[in-house]
């Protein structure tokens, strides 16, 4: 029995792209990477949702949707905010696929 399978040597971006799911996959888990990101430096940092959100001039609603995981809906702007409060700065860059 000599089987081919189309899908044998191919990787899970291949079948999620296949499917159109890979641009919202890749959002998704960028947004998980800064959220914990941002989360991880508020916990080192000693700093409540209430004090991040008022010195980043926002609501506490709005820091929540940046904390959510699964809310791929991130202005620069606001990531550029929580990452000055916290002492850090934003890096993007594009890369060739």
Same mark, same amino acid.
């Given at each position: 029995?000599?089987?081919?399978?189309?899908?044998?040597?191919? +990787?899970?971006?291949?079948? !999620?792209?296949?499917?159109? &799911?890979?641009?919202?996959?890749?959002?998704? /888990?960028?947004?998980?990477?800064?959220?914990?990101?941002?989360?991880?430096?508020?916990?080192?940092? $000693? !700093?409540?949702?209430? /004090?991040?959100?008022?010195?980043?001039?926002?609501?506490?609603?709005? &820091? +929540?949707? &940046? !904390?959510? /995981?699964? +809310?791929? $809906?991130?202005? &620069?702007?606001?990531?550029?905010?929580?990452?000055?409060? !916290? $002492?850090?700065?934003?890096?993007?860059?594009? @890369? @060739?696929?």
């Amino acid at each position: 029995m000599n089987k081919h399978n189309a899908h044998i040597g191919s +990787d899970f971006d291949d079948f !999620l792209a296949e499917d159109g &799911l890979l641009e919202t996959a890749t959002a998704v /888990a960028i947004k998980r990477v800064i959220a914990w990101q941002i989360a991880e430096a508020m916990k080192a940092r $000693g !700093l409540s949702k209430k /004090a991040m959100a008022e010195r980043m001039h926002t609501s506490r609603s709005h &820091l +929540d949707r &940046l !904390l959510d /995981a699964s +809310d791929t $809906g991130l202005t &620069l702007d606001t990531l550029s905010r929580a990452a000055q409060v !916290l $002492g850090y700065r934003v890096r993007l860059e594009l @890369a @060739a696929t």
